[in-house]
């Protein structure tokens, strides 16, 4: 549930910027287009790089997972 709302959280943000962007080339601001479309690019990235790293130092708790389960099932 907590992953979706994140998700929906992101996808606005995201969405907003791109408007920022293309608002701001439109009113002929390029120093704040410029900013925009640089962090158009890189804040999707180091959430992906992020969300990879988290992924890897997650410890794989499958083998502590198994070992509950049998040992609940040892007492009945």
Do not use: C, H, Q
Not at 27 to 39: D, E, P, R, S
């Amino acid at each position: 549930m907590i992953k979706k709302v994140f998700g929906i959280i992101g996808i606005i943000l995201l969405v907003g910027m791109y408007a920022a962007t293309l608002i701001f080339v439109i009113a002929g601001n390029m120093t704040l287009f410029k900013a925009f479309l640089a962090a158009d690019v890189v804040i999707p990235v180091m959430l992906w790089v992020i969300r990879i790293f988290v992924k890897i130092a997650k410890p794989d708790n499958s083998e502590f997972d198994d070992a509950v389960k049998n040992n609940s099932k040892d007492k009945k």
